[in-house]
T-cell receptor
């Protein structure tokens, strides 16, 4: 069946360092992937997306990498800041057009 | 920046009661969704809605659930007879289109507590 999962439930990172959050998916038919950030008491906030015909996409301080061969997605955050502390979810959009979310990685930024 | 708004932010109800959760999607969006998140768990799809009808629903979305777009701006989720296990955060979302390059934009959710 379909599943979207993250490799690690928690990540602690020093302020100023780069963060890498990983996600594995199993549905090879998925053609669109999204990273969301969820802060306490708020809804998922769109960070960046990537289509399956790309392997890298960059935003402001964030980069998403897609490796379709091993069905792996990662989110890189450059120069992590205290405001980056949140739960990060990867989500995939398969041929049924609904988003399937992973379990989330809690990122804690140490000052 | 336009946003999805949800009311109330917190709803407490007794088991067996009906609740209606309300959402105002982003105005130029055409697709509407409800997701839920049980405490500590992943966000789960409930239902998608387009052109005044349900386009897709999950196994969670049984006969106790219904959605409606009563006017040009609101989108509601009704739970007819709440159960304890319905306690969760309920998120409304909307998107311009469907599929690739149409990310969902989420509201801040309604926390439903069934006692």
């Amino acid at each position: 069946g379909e599943s979207v999962g993250l490799h690690l439930p928690t990540l602690s990172v020093q302020e100023g360092d780069n963060s890498i959050i990983n996600c594995a998916y199993s549905n090879s038919a998925s053609d669109y992937f999204i990273w969301y950030k969820q802060e306490s008491g708020k809804g998922p906030q769109f960070i960046i997306d990537i289509r399956s015909n790309m392997d890298k996409r960059q935003g402001q301080r964030v980069t998403v990498l897609l490796n379709k061969t091993v069905k792996h997605l990662s989110l890189q955050i450059a120069a992590t800041q205290p405001g980056d502390s949140a739960v990060y979810f990867c989500a995939e959009n398969g041929n049924d057009y609904k988003l399937s979310f992973g379990a989330g990685t809690t990122v804690t930024v140490r000052a | 920046e336009p946003e999805v708004t949800q009311t109330p932010s917190h709803q407490v109800t007794q088991m067996g009661q009906e609740v209606i959760l309300r959402c105002v999607p982003i105005s130029n969006h055409l697709y509407f969704y409800w997701y839920r998140q049980i405490l500590g768990q992943k966000v789960e799809f409930l239902v998608s809605f387009y052109n005044n009808e349900i386009s897709e629903k999950s196994e969670i979305f049984d006969d106790q659930f219904s959605v409606e777009r009563p006017d040009g701006s609101n989108f509601t989720l009704k739970i007819r007879s709440t159960k304890l296990e319905d306690s969760a955060m309920y998120f409304c979302a909307s998107s311009v289109g469907q599929g690739a390059s149409s990310p969902l934009h989420f509201g801040n959710g309604t926390r439903l507590t069934v006692t």
